[in-house]
Nanobody, 123 residues
Framework: QVQLVESGGGSVWAGGSLRLSCAASGVIFRIKTMGWYRQAQGKQRELVAAIPTDGDTNYADSVKGRITISRDTANNAVYLAMNSLKPEDAPAYYC?????????????????WGRGTQVTVSS
């Protein structure tokens, strides 16, 4: 019912910049949180940054100062601006959205994932 479309991945030199975008579409009652995760091959998926609708942004310690997350609430979109990229910043990135939907007896929470977009950093 909810689809996430990611874009902005690609290949850059070390020290370069990329801007990832994620747009949510479909029937959504209320978005609770939008965020970005990343996962290298053979590793667990980890949080990069997230921005709740009613809370403060939070970042992984490894990206603080180099990555900025922002939202366009009117268009259900979230962005990740990445600067000073390092080779270790180069796994696949996944957009995640948590929502509150109207259920039979009240609100029900759901989580949705994008397909992922690959980032490559050359040194």
């Amino acid at each position: 019912q909810v689809q996430l479309v990611e874009s902005g991945g690609g290949s850059v030199w070390a020290g370069g910049s990329l801007r990832l975008s994620c747009a949510a579409s479909g029937v959504i009652f209320r978005i609770k949180t939008m965020g970005w995760y990343r996962q290298a091959q053979g590793k667990q998926r980890e949080l990069v940054a997230a921005i709740p609708t009613d809370g403060d942004t939070n970042y992984a310690d490894s990206v603080k100062g180099r990555i900025t997350i922002s939202r366009d609430t009117a268009n259900n979109a979230v962005y990740l601006a990445m600067n000073s990229l390092k080779p270790e910043d180069a796994p696949a990135y996944y957009c995640k959205v948590t929502t509150a939907e109207v259920g039979l007896h009240g609100l029900v929470g759901y989580a949705f994932w994008g397909r992922g977009t690959q980032v490559t950093v050359s040194s």
